[in-house]
């Protein structure tokens, strides 16, 4: 092999894991693409040598990091957000805790109503301050990619307003940030006319948000949020303008939202507390992703869990993400992955294809959450040796360098490296 130019090398990598393909509908080291002793280099923000270091060509490259014999991945990729958002519901923690259900609390005008009338009145400067803040937090803790989404504005003008902070706030942070629209739940104003309502979303907002940059759009289907019928009429307008679809499904309950992923083409379902195994089956002959997000299990107090077992046997990609929100205030996806292993029993491998690989597919991102030639270089230097270590070692930051599109960003190895 000719030499090579690179902006950086990584060398003494002691596991490099590459996830080649995607999706990985059941991970395990034959197809994770797994190296030993091995060397990445970087060339204009993208992977142009990842493998064994004794076979690597010559490379003259401006810096040189020693990885020290560590684990070395793609950068996390979080596929599940709502970051734009003002005001603190900590007091709800405590309702939890005295046994009120989340369905308790959203339909008594709490939850995310509290939430939409303290962002209404938030400006846009403050809001995007606490979205910033959170992406920071984010690509500290190793998270290069991130889905956003509004819905805590509920008319036209205020989610059209949280679109425009996100894609301003995308400018200014290293992360790629994939924008998305959602329709949450029915305003208080319009219980009684839902029809109109949604007649407005499907007619005005959705038209209005694919022209002016969203690129998914989502619905909460659920039993207290929307129904099957209100999410096909959406589904269809949001088609017709162009945008991919995501859903909120089956996490209350069952109320046949997962089963609209055999009807459209949506990229990923998210959630699934309460989806039965039949409807598992018939996912794995769509290119649907499952993406799972225990951390807001926990902070539900849900006894529920999605069918993994039934994931697994079948093929669906399973993806993780943090469903980062007022009810749920964590941002980081080491989190959602030591929570994938421990409340849901993923292996490490499959949990760090879920918050990589998986979930790069949920988004359409093919040149992200993996570490192949071509794919862009977003990476992650553990303070661990080999994937089996997540989980064993958590509670902490183990990302002891981060790297985003090849440019060092955080991280106690960032002097090092640059």
């Known amino acids: 092999m000719q030499g090579l130019e690179a902006d950086i090398v990584i060398h003494n990598i002691g596991e490099l894991v590459t996830f080649p393909e995607k999706p990985l509908r059941r991970p ?42 560590l684990l070395v991945t793609p950068g996390l990729v979080d596929p599940h957000t709502h970051p734009v958002f003002s005001g603190d519901r900590s007091r709800e923690l405590l309702l939890k805790l005295e046994g009120r259900s989340y369905r308790e609390i959203l339909e008594s005008g709490g939850g995310i109503y509290y939430t939409v009338e303290m962002t209404r009145g938030a400006g846009d400067e403050e809001l995007a301050h606490g979205m910033e803040e959170a992406l ?18 509920l008319t036209v003008e205020e989610e059209l307003r949280q679109l425009k902070i996100i894609l ?35 007619a005005k907002l959705i038209p209005q948000a694919a022209m002016r940059g969203a690129e998914y759009f989502d619905v909460f289907c659920d039993k207290g949020a929307y129904t099957c019928e209100e999410t096909r009429r959406l589904f269809r307008a949001a088609l017709s303008a162009g945008l991919k679809l995501r859903l909120h499904a089956d996490e209350i309950a069952y109320i046949g939202c997962s089963r609209l992923a055999l009807e459209f083409p949506v990229h990923s379902v998210d959630h699934l507390e309460n989806t039965p195994p039949e409807v598992v089956e018939a996912l794995s002959r769509t290119r649907t992703v499952a993406t799972l997000l225990p951390t807001s299990m926990l902070s ?119």
């Not at 030993?36 to 810096?63: F, M, S, T, W």
């Not at 992360?175 to 029809?195: K, N």
């Not at 002891?400 to 991280?411: C, I, N, R, T």
Request: glycine share 8%; with cysteine.
């Open 136 to 153: 920071i937090l984010m690509l500290e803790h190793g998270t290069t990619s991130v889905e956003a989404k509004t819905g805590y504005g």
């Open 168 to 202: 301003e706030t995308s400018k200014r942070v290293p992360q790629h940030v994939t924008p998305t629209l959602l329709a949450h739940v029915i305003p208080q104003e319009y219980m009684d006319s839902r029809e109109e309502y949604v007649e407005l979303l499907a």
């Open 300 to 418: 539900v107090f849900t006894s529920k869990k999605p069918p993994v077992e039934a994931l697994r046997r079948y093929g669906v990609p399973i993806a993780l993400g943090t469903d980062y929100n007022p009810n749920n205030m964590n941002p980081n996806m080491q989190s959602a992955i030591d929570a994938s292993i421990y409340l849901l029993r993923l292996k490490p491998l499959e949990a760090l294809a879920a918050a990589t690989a998986n979930a790069a597919y949920s988004l359409d991102l093919h040149d992200r959450g993996c570490l192949a030639p071509g794919c862009r270089a977003d990476i992650i230097v553990w303070g661990l040796e080999r994937v089996e270590q997540l989980g064993y070692y958590w509670g902490y930051n183990r990302a002891l360098l981060v790297l985003s599109e090849g440019a060092p960003v955080a991280g106690d190895m960032l002097e090092a490296a640059l």
């Open 28 to 69: 395990e080291r034959g197809n994770a693409g797994i190296v030993g002793n091995a060397l990445l280099a970087v060339r204009r923000g993208k992977i142009v040598y990842a493998g064994p270091e004794a076979d690597a060509p010559n490379i003259r490259a401006r810096r040189r990091v020693n990885a020290r014999g």
